[in-house]
C-alpha cells in the first residue's frame, strides 16, 4: 500500500483544498463560542448544503443514489482536509450520513432511496438512531420496543434511551420488536420514523457537562405507515448491522493528529530539553507510531469497502484503534500541559477545548459498541477464538424471562 498521493490524488487534494478555503473559513466556529443546540443544528445542515452544492456531499456514495461516485481513499482526502477548519460537524449530520443513508440506501426500495438520501445529503434532513433501551445496549437484540401490524400501519410502544439528538431531529431510524415468538435476533423490523408524528416524547438527558445531548424518547401508541419500513418484516437485525458497520467505520473520520502538534506544544513551551529527554521520547514515539496505525488501518478498512469488500467485524478495529488512541493521546496531552489543562477556562479557548475532549473521549469508548463487545466479536470472528456461551439465543424471546 502507498501512503502517498498518487498525481490524480494530489489534483484531487488541490481541488478540495482550494474549494475548503473558499468556503469552510465561513462555517468555521470561532473557539470559545457556545452555541445553542439549535445554532449547532442549523449551522451542521448549512455547511451539509454548501458541501452539496459544491459536489462533496456523498463523496464515496454511488452517483445512483445521488453521491459522487468518488473513491474511498478520495473521501480519506476530504476528510483529512476538512479537519483543518472547524466546521461544524456532529452527531446531527454523521448519523444520517453514516447510518440512514446506508441503511436506506442498502435495505430501502428505490422510493424511500429518492426520497431520503438526497434530502439528507443537502442537510435538509436531520436523523436520529433510535436502538438502544434500558436493557437492550450492548446487547441490543434484547431490545423489548414492539410494533403491531395495524391496517397499513404499525402501532409502536416502547422507550429507547440515549438518543443522540432526537431533540432537533426530523426522522429516526428505529428498530423494533415485531414477532416475540422469534429468537431474540430474528423478531425485529427497521423503520424510519417521521420525529413530529403524535405519540413520540423526548425527554432530555442532563449530563455532567451540563450538555444535553441526548435522551430518553419515549414511543407511545406511535402509528407508522408500513410505506416506512426498510427491509422486509423480520430483517430488521440485518439492517441493523448495516448501520453499525457504518457507524464503526465512521468512527474518528478524518479527526486530527494529536501526536505532533503535541510535540510542537511540548518543544515551544518546555525547551529542546524537554525532547531530548529518553522517557519524553519514548511516549511521544510510542504515541505517534500507534495514532498513525490507527490512521493507516482506517485507509485499508476504507478502501476494502470502495472495493465492494465486506470488513465484517474488521470495522469494529477502526472504532476500538480510534477510542482508545484518541484517549490516551488526549490524557497524554492533558499531562504535558500540567495544572492549567484541568482548571481551563474560556480564557484559553485552546485549553478548554482540549479538556472538553479529553473528558468527551471516554464516552467514545462506550458508544457505538464498547470496548469489550468489539474485543469479543474481533476475536471471534476475525481470530476465530472460541464463542462467548449465548443461551438465549436460540430460544424464542417471549420464553426468555
Ligand atoms: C455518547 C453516546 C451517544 C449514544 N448515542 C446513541 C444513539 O444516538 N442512539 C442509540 O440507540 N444509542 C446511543 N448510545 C448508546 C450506546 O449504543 C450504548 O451505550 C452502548 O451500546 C452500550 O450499551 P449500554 O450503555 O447499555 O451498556 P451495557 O451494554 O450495559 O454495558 C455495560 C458494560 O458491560 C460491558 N459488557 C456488556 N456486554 C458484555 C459482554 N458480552 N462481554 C464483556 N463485557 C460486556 C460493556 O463493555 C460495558 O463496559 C450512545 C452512547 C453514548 C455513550
Request: charged share 25%; proline share 4%.
Amino acid at each position: 500500500m502507498d501512503f502517498n498521493d498518487s498525481p490524480e490524488e494530489a489534483a484531487y487534494r488541490a481541488r478540495v483544498r482550494d474549494w475548503l478555503a473558499a468556503h469552510a473559513p465561513a462555517h468555521a466556529l470561532a473557539e470559545g463560542v457556545a452555541l445553542s443546540d439549535k445554532e449547532q443544528v442549523a449551522r451542521g445542515r448549512a455547511w451539509q448544503r454548501a458541501l452539496y452544492d459544491g459536489g462533496y456531499a456523498g463523496i464515496t456514495l454511488p452517483r445512483a443514489l445521488g453521491g459522487q461516485g468518488g473513491t474511498a481513499i478520495e473521501g480519506v482526502i476530504f476528510a483529512e482536509e476538512e479537519a483543518r477548519y472547524a466546521v461544524p460537524r456532529g452527531a446531527y449530520t454523521a448519523i444520517g450520513l453514516g447510518m440512514a443513508i446506508p441503511v436506506i440506501g442498502r435495505h430501502g426500495n428505490d422510493e424511500q432511496r429518492a426520497r431520503f438520501v438526497e434530502a439528507t445529503l443537502k442537510g435538509e434532513i436531520v436523523w436520529c438512531q433510535l436502538f438502544s433501551e434500558p436493557s437492550a445496549g450492548s446487547d441490543l437484540a434484547n431490545l423489548r420496543t414492539k410494533a403491531v401490524r395495524d391496517g397499513d400501519d404499525w402501532v409502536v410502544n416502547g422507550q429507547k434511551l440515549w438518543s443522540s439528538w432526537a431533540h432537533e431531529a426530523d426522522w429516526g431510524i428505529l428498530v423494533v420488536r415485531t414477532d416475540p415468538r422469534l429468537p431474540k435476533h430474528k423478531g425485529l423490523t427497521f423503520f424510519v420514523i417521521d420525529m413530529a408524528s403524535p405519540g413520540i416524547d423526548v425527554r432530555p438527558i442532563r449530563q455532567i457537562s451540563g450538555a444535553s445531548d441526548f435522551n430518553e424518547t419515549f414511543l407511545v401508541d406511535l402509528r407508522i405507515p408500513d410505506a416506512n419500513r426498510i427491509g422486509a418484516e423480520g430483517e430488521g437485525w440485518a439492517c441493523c448491522m448495516t448501520v453499525l458497520m457504518g457507524e464503526r467505520l465512521g468512527s474518528g473520520s478524518g479527526s486530527k493528529g494529536r501526536i505532533e502538534p503535541l510535540i510542537d506544544y511540548v518543544a515551544a513551551t518546555s525547551g529542546p530539553d524537554t525532547l531530548a529527554n529518553e522517557a519524553a521520547q519514548l511516549a511521544f514515539a510510542q504515541a505517534l507510531a500507534e495514532e498513525r496505525g490507527a490512521k493507516y488501518l482506517e485507509a485499508r478498512l476504507r478502501t476494502m469497502v470502495s472495493r465492494g469488500e465486506n470488513p465484517g467485524a474488521l470495522a469494529g478495529m477502526i472504532k476500538l484503534a480510534y477510542a482508545t488512541r484518541q484517549q490516551q493521546a488526549l490524557g497524554l496531552a492533558m499531562e504535558w500541559r500540567g495544572y492549567g489543562a484541568i482548571a481551563s477556562s474560556g480564557n484559553d479557548p485552546e485549553t478548554a477545548a482540549l479538556h472538553y475532549d479529553y473528558i468527551w473521549s471516554s464516552v467514545m469508548r462506550i458508544a457505538g459498541g464498547a470496548d469489550e463487545v468489539l474485543r469479543n466479536q474481533i476475536a471471534e470472528r476475525v481470530l476465530g477464538m472460541p464463542g462467548e456461551v449465548r443461551a438465549d439465543k436460540d430460544i424464542p424471546f417471549d420464553q426468555l424471562v
